[in-house]
């Protein structure tokens, strides 16, 4: 090739590169903006989705009736199955339920105040949760124009705000940029910006994680989040402000604590800025959420069987054929707590000690109640929280013969620690996050404190009057719930309250308090993801559901509930050969070309 041709080659390719890279940027761009228009939608609207399926005479139990247990069973009876749930409280919803209190606040709930796990909730991608919820007209609470979900308090008294974005996909992002991911206080400009590079390119690498690649995913569960970043060498002050806020939050353990990939699976899921938003459910979600789907269950003919602790599985040649429930409890006069469905024994609490619901859910249960009892159907789905699937198939020699049973025993939960406070007269929260203004916020994220998690007020996100009367009902997600190990609520609340006034120095005396403590909730430890058993079990018809459950589609929490019923509902109408009904599943979250393109050009591993 003479000087002349390399030279015309070589303007030519330029061009071609250029005009190519143009075309693929205009052409993503228009299909992240005109394409998947289910997707922008509120609550997805999937016609296929909605059935009414004449009975095909096949039975399903369901072991545990939490949100993952009462959506399969309500996806299952809309399909023609005949539906059993078994629950061993007194209510259903499990993780998202509600009860009333009736010694909380009388003065402002004079018919019992209804309390909740914690507050939940529900994000921009949650698209299939979203279906579901719209399919069963189901609202939800949005947050105002103005209110930010991710305010950041931290123990100096520095504050930011992650500004909520308008724009659409794909330019979300850009309005993002735009607003500033890291809004500092003016306190804080004057501190030098701590290696910004790194903690740039650890953002960067987790929003391309690809959670469908095999060795990305075990590569990230193989290690904690922390020893991940530091291998990037991104600065302490960032993990500590950012992350630790964010796995505090949503996995109730440090970074230390944490696989990698717990903290991957938010950030990837959250990369589209406008599905960050969160709104959350109306206030009390007994009434509103899971009463509904519960009456809905019963209007196909399903039940849920309350006060019904699966204690075996039978399995024969292969098969589940049966399962007990209550068997080996206590001669005599035996107490349980509705709320955690907990055996109480020993003298007279004020409280459960197991959740700590108020002494009048604290029941002696009936001889009804108490007599064993053996169910029976054609498939069994286990639905039940971490603890319970162990000491079930303790009970059984499952674990002995299949590796996939064994697993489940190395699975990790964790303990929530939430603490309410009733602040009364009270314009603390209002003076720190005025409403209307650029500032309002419904809850903060605490960074660098010893006590304070995830921090919100009631009082601003669900239930209606409070705010007008001047009550902050504030409520702390512990971190570290260890340094509480040992101690009664009432010096927990204290030291909570004592740290909280650091972050709204106008806080008076609070009136009341109440503390929630769970130690079912699932753990994302490194190995957790290894371990995780997928739907399907080695026993033909037993399946597993539930926020710990492997499904091969990228989800989490509420959303992963959602799309693991919807995943069983359409194996088991594989099994019977039943055409009619099959649901369509979507992706969590936007498909977002630019992200998937981050993904062929980062790699998760360091
Ligand atoms: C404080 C808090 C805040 C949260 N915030 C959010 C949020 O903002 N967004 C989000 O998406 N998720 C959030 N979550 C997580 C969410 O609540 C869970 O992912 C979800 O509710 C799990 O549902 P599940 O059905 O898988 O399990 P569970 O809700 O745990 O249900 C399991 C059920 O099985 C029952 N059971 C157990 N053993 C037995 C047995 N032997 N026999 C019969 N029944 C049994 C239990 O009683 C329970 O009802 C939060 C959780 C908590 C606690």
């Given at each position: 090739m003479n000087e002349f041709s390399r030279k015309e080659f070589l303007k030519k390719t330029l061009s071609w590169t250029g005009k190519s890279a143009a075309a693929g940027i205009v052409g993503g761009t228009a299909y992240n903006f005109f394409g998947h228009s289910e997707y922008k939608q509120a609550f997805p609207n999937i016609p296929e989705n909605h059935a009414n399926v004449q009975s095909n005479g096949k039975t399903v139990l369901i072991l545990g009736g939490g949100l993952a247990g009462i959506q399969a069973a309500c996806e299952l009876a809309d399909r023609g199955f005949q539906v059993t749930v078994l629950e061993k409280s007194g209510h259903a919803g499990g993780k998202l339920k509600s009860w009333k209190d009736k010694k909380f606040a009388q003065k402002y709930f004079p018919d019992g105040y209804s309390r909740e796990h914690g507050l939940h909730g529900v994000w921009g991608f949650y698209k299939n949760l979203r279906e579901f919820l719209g399919r069963h007209q189901i609202p939800l609470n949005p947050l105002g124009e103005k209110e930010s979900f991710y305010s950041f308090i931290d123990a100096q008294g520095v504050r930011n705000k992650i500004k909520p974005v308008k724009w659409p996909i794909p330019f979300d992002r850009i309005e993002m940029m735009n607003n500033g991911i890291y809004v500092p206080d003016e306190k804080d400009l004057k501190k030098p910006a701590p290696d910004l590079f790194n903690a740039f390119r650890a953002t960067m690498k987790l929003s391309g994680f690809n959670f469908k690649s095999e060795s990305q995913r075990m590569y990230l569960d193989s290690m904690t989040f922390y020893d991940w970043a530091k291998k990037l060498g991104v600065h302490d002050q960032f993990i500590r402000y950012y992350y630790e806020a964010m796995s505090d939050m949503a996995l109730f353990m440090s970074t230390k604590e944490c696989s990698a990939l717990g903290i991957a699976n938010l950030i990837r899921l959250g990369a589209t800025p406008s599905e960050t938003r969160v709104d959350y459910y109306k206030w009390p979600p007994d009434e509103t959420v899971i009463g509904p789907l519960v009456k809905h269950l019963e209007m196909k003919g399903g039940r849920v069987l309350f006060h019904?602790?699966?204690?075996e599985l039978v399995v024969e040649n292969g098969k589940v054929t049966a399962v007990k429930t209550n068997q080996n409890l206590p001669a005599g006069s035996v107490r349980r707590c509705r709320i955690c469905g907990n055996l109480i024994y020993g003298g007279v609490e004020d409280h459960c000690p197991y959740c700590g619901a108020d002494a009048s859910h604290i029941e002696v249960m009936t001889e009804q109640e108490k007599v064993p009892k053996t169910f029976r159907a054609d498939h069994y789905i286990l639905a039940m929280d971490i603890p319970g699937a162990k000491h079930v198939l303790m009970n059984t020699d499952l674990a002995r013969h299949y590796e996939y049973f064994r697993n489940i025993q190395n699975l990790s939960q964790s303990t929530i620690l939430c603490v309410n406070l009733l602040y009364e007269n009270s314009d603390a929260w209002e003076r720190m996050f005025p409403s209307g203004t650029t500032l309002s916020a419904v809850d903060f994220f605490p960074t660098g404190f010893k006590i304070l998690g995830f921090t919100s007020n009631w009082s601003s996100t669900g239930i209606p009057g409070l705010r007008q009367k001047k009550v902050d009902l504030i409520e702390v997600q512990v971190c570290r719930w260890q340094q509480f190990i040992g101690k009664d609520f009432r010096s927990i609340a204290a030291a909570v309250h004592a740290e909280l006034k650091t972050a709204l120095p106008d806080l008076p005396e609070p009136t009341d308090f109440y503390i929630n403590r769970w130690d079912t909730y699932t753990g994302y430890r490194p190995g957790d993801e290894k371990n995780r058993p997928g739907i399907q079990s080695p026993i033909e018809n037993l399946m597993l559901i539930g926020d710990w459950v492997f499904v091969p589609q990228h989800s989490i929490f509420m959303e992963r509930t959602n799309v693991c019923a919807k995943w069983v509902t359409n194996l088991l109408l594989e099994k019977i050969g039943?055409?009619?009904?099959k649901i369509r599943i979507l992706e969590s979250g936007t498909p977002d070309w630019q992200l998937d393109l981050l993904g062929l050009v980062t790699s998760v591993r360091v």
């Open positions: 019904n602790e699966v204690t039943q055409k009619e009904g």
